[in-house]
């Protein structure tokens, strides 16, 4: 680790030292790739013994600071922390969904002045890696990940909003989910808007777009639990072949629909094996251009701070861009 995060270095040896005990001390840390709101470690011990570390403080989150960040009633919050890490782990894995198994938990500063989770390493190659590998040895593991999506899908709430929210018996902000996504899309377009010449010819199209699609949607009253952002690159195949889901942080009572329009974007043909008999079409159209304009709002959004994988962000901005723009054509 560079220089300048010797005190980080310091603090997760602490970390590693209690989680997995033995004498063991710390070799080395590596800091993953993809963590933009919180910093992701392998930590390495001297027998060879591995962990990853979630690091969630300001400094690791490179996401431009905006108001209403840190109000979990908004379901669609970033929603960082240990508080809401600990209660979307312990709602999957009462599921029997896959998760990376938690060693330690510091939320009291005593190893440093981040919130702290020490987790199983999964050493397993992504789902994304082994789609682009190959794609028939991940067939079975896109059958369990059917599987797992099941089992949320059926797990349900007579409310909406994040796991740490609704399981402590409180309310989310809104009147619905489909309100929630129309009011968030709208200010996804505003924002993106004001930063690309396009969208701003195209706003008022895509207003109108959004409330037609808004105004076929009847209402629900019971919610899925879903992921939020379950792309390919938040799963993980452990060597007994089974999907293990990461960055739980976004889980949340929701429409499942929301879910699926996510991982059909993210998984084109290879989503079929995940694909339910009984989700809403008219939610499937709204949520298809709320999740553009947001994937488009938010890359853009991101570009403004220092984050440094930059050409990847604004090439996933682009392709968003355009997708939108052809769903109000």
Not at 12 to 33: E, F, K, S
Not at 181 to 206: I, K, T, W
Not at 267 to 287: F, G
Not at 289 to 303: F, M, Y
């Amino acid at each position: 680790m560079a220089a300048e995060t010797a005190a980080v270095q310091a603090e997760l040896a602490a970390a590693a030292r209690a989680a997995l005990g033995g004498g063991r001390r710390l070799a080395a840390v590596r800091r993953l790739a993809g963590g933009s709101k919180k910093g992701v470690y392998r930590l390495v011990m001297d027998d060879a013994a591995t962990a990853i570390a979630y690091r969630w403080c300001a400094t690791e989150n490179f996401w431009p600071v905006a108001e209403g960040d840190d109000d979990l009633a908004d379901p669609f919050s970033p929603g960082l922390g240990l508080d809401v890490f600990e209660a979307a782990h312990a709602r999957l894995d009462g599921l029997g969904v896959r998760v990376p198994a938690v060693r330690l938990v510091d939320r009291d500063g005593a190893r440093g002045p981040a919130e702290l989770a020490i987790v199983e390493d999964v050493r397993g190659e992504s789902l994304e890696t082994l789609l682009a590998r190959d794609r028939r040895a991940a067939t079975p593991v896109l059958e369990r990940l059917g599987g797992t999506l099941a089992a949320m899908r059926e797990h349900r709430a007579p409310g909406y909003g994040k796991v740490v929210v609704v399981d402590a018996g409180a309310r989310s902000h809104g009147s619905s989910c489909e309100q929630v996504v129309l009011d968030r899309a709208r200010r996804d377009l505003a924002e993106a808007a004001a930063r690309d010449p396009r969208v701003a010819e195209a706003r008022d199209r895509l207003a109108e777009r959004l409330s037609e699609l808004a105004e076929a949607v009847r209402p629900r009253t019971q919610y899925a639990l879903v992921h939020g952002e379950l792309g390919p690159d938040h799963v993980l195949v452990d060597p007994a072949g089974r999907p293990v889901v990461i960055d739980v942080e976004g889980a949340m009572y929701f429409d499942a629909e929301w879910e699926h329009v996510f991982l059909r974007i993210r998984l084109h043909d290879d989503y079929r094996p995940l694909e339910p008999a009984d989700l809403d079409e008219h939610r499937l159209a709204l949520y298809l251009l709320a999740q553009r304009l947001s994937l488009t709002a938010g890359p853009l959004r991101l570009l403004d701070g220092d984050f440094p994988h930059r050409a990847a962000m604004a090439s996933i901005a682009e392709y968003n861009l355009n997708r939108a723009l052809d769903l109000a054509r």
